[in-house]
């Protein structure tokens, strides 16, 4: 009986590391502290872009901090240990938070460079105080050393817009309400910290709303230029594309002109323009139109809806021409979209799917929740156009009608920014100014409870008329479900060029674990 039981083991065993092999593509020894295995005591912070041709990362718990240099492969080219207190996560100062905004570095040097947010906290018997740092580590990989010191000092009138590392550049774009500046906070690739500000006019005619520099930038979400966004960032109003050679604003209020703001890398000079989609609008002018674009290839591809009509419109940002103006209707809708309407529900690792087979109730569904397109590409350089809507799940907190961010508590019921009342149950705004290497939206707990209803066009690149064929299913997607194992501690999503990866920590192997995720293309 015994010889049976040690069999089984064995062969239990053996296809558990069997198949772990198989997966995992780097099994990096470290042992976490057992206090906690919850942040910020514990974390690992991962600096990768695809400006930098290789990875650095940092493993730390509440005694010790473990440096990591690999190439892409995830072969380790150099490491080292420190003790905590001689780290910026100096555990002697348990009043401290440190948030991991970002960073740069030249990787031929071995020399890279993070930027932390640092929150001091004061808890005194009447009122509590907290004061903001931002601070940087260099970690030079040749000497096993690291280095701390003030990035910048931001003043508390300025409001983060957004912050986020590409091209082996890390950036910090704050708005200042008291001039309309739009200020640039630079971490260079050799460490050094660049000031930038821009004049950056709001459009006159805005509402209470919207008419500071801080709250016409408040919804910003950011779509890099070699990563596939989700229709959830394609609905907001907001939206920063970021190039190798410039910052693009697109912003949508509504059936007002779209604002196209570009500003150069180099120079931080700023140029704008505004797209009238108006010579396009359908019906009587007291119906409601609601205009959400993407920019894509230099061109703006704009959604134009009513409660009656659905149209595409696509614009050359270069000559402002309107190169092709698409109607969807009851009548041609079958033989216009590549993949019909379907609307999903996904609540963790639950989903519901249910086919959306009536026109007028898809027109309802497009005009009831946040709208937007989202443009991607396939590997035949066609265009894939998901028009549709994403809205969050509530998920409870505690409270009724409350749903958890990065950055805070968000109340549900009202009205969306760029549209009319949501359905009940869904979350009114989300606010993300905080796009961190290694932490990609899809790791997110709220990523994961949303409603969408949604349909797919399939465009060719030359004549942009609509065409026929299959379509990939969507990235995030394939990631979500990838990581739909709850039980992993430290968890980590990334992409270098190309390839997607996981990283987590198992605490019964004391490994921390990369494994490439497959992408079906």
Request: aromatic share 12%; proline share 3%; glycine share 6%.
């Amino acid at each position: 009986m015994k010889i049976k039981y040690l069999i089984a083991f064995f062969f239990l065993h053996f296809s558990i590391a069997n198949s772990f092999a198989q997966k995992a593509i780097l099994n990096y020894p470290f042992k976490f502290e057992k206090k906690t295995l919850k942040e910020p005591d514990n974390d690992a912070n991962f600096l990768v872009d695809k400006g930098l041709d290789e990875i650095a990362f940092v493993l730390h718990d509440i005694k010790k901090a473990e440096y990591v240099r690999a190439d892409k492969r995830m072969k380790v080219i150099s490491k080292f240990t420190l003790p905590v207190d001689k780290t910026i996560f100096n555990m002697s100062h348990p009043a401290n938070k440190e948030e991991f905004l970002g960073g740069s570095g030249l990787p031929s040097t071995g020399i890279f460079h993070y930027l932390y947010k640092t929150t001091t906290y004061e808890y005194r018997l009447i009122s509590n105080k907290s004061e903001v740092e931002y601070r940087t580590e260099t970690v030079d990989f040749n000497s096993s050393t690291v280095s701390q010191k003030e990035f910048t000092k931001i003043p508390d009138h300025e409001k983060q817009v957004v912050n986020f590392t590409d091209y082996g550049e890390c950036f910090l774009l704050m708005a200042d309400n008291k001039t309309s500046d739009l200020i640039v906070y630079k971490l260079g690739k050799d460490g050094q910290t660049i000031i930038k500000k821009i004049p950056f006019k709001i459009p006159a005619g805005k509402g209470k709303n919207r008419n500071s520099l801080s709250e016409y930038l408040n919804e910003t979400h950011l779509i890099k230029d070699d990563e596939e966004a989700e229709l959830e960032t394609a609905t907001r109003s907001t939206k920063l594309f970021a190039t190798a050679d410039k910052f693009i604003f697109v912003i949508n209020d509504n059936a007002t002109p779209s604002h196209i703001v570009n500003i150069d890398k180099k120079t931080f000079v700023l140029t704008e323009k505004f797209i009238d989609h108006s010579s396009l609008f359908t019906g009587s002018e007291k119906e409601k139109v609601y205009v959400n674009s993407f920019f894509a290839s230099n061109k703006l591809f704009s959604l134009i809806l009513n409660k009656k009509n659905i149209q595409m419109a696509v614009y050359d940002l270069q000559t402002d021409k309107l190169l092709k103006q698409q109607d969807i209707t009851e009548e041609n809708y079958e033989k216009t979209v590549a993949i019909t309407a379907v609307t999903k529900k996904r609540k963790g690792s639950k989903e519901e799917e249910e086919d959306v087979d009536d026109f007028k109730k898809l027109l309802k569904a497009l005009t009831k929740g946040t709208e937007g397109l989202l443009i991607t590409k396939n590997a035949a350089g066609q265009y894939i156009v998901t028009i549709g809507t994403y809205d969050r799940i509530a998920v409870q907190t505690g409270g009724g009608g409350s749903y958890r961010t990065s950055i805070g508590t968000v109340n549900t019921g009202g009205g969306t920014p760029n549209g009319p009342p949501n359905p009940t149950g869904t979350a009114r705004t989300y606010t993300n100014t905080t796009y961190t290497p290694g932490i990609s939206s899809y790791t997110k707990e709220n990523a994961n409870y949303y409603k969408t209803t949604s349909f797919k066009l399939l465009l060719d690149p030359t004549t942009l008329n609509t065409i026929k064929g299959k379509i990939k299913p969507t990235v995030g997607d394939q990631i979500k479900d990838y990581m739909d194992d709850k039980s992993k501690k430290i968890r980590k999503q990334f992409a270098i060029g190309d390839q997607q990866y996981f990283g987590y920590y198992d605490k019964d192997l004391e490994l921390y674990i990369i494994e490439n995720i497959p992408i079906r293309k």
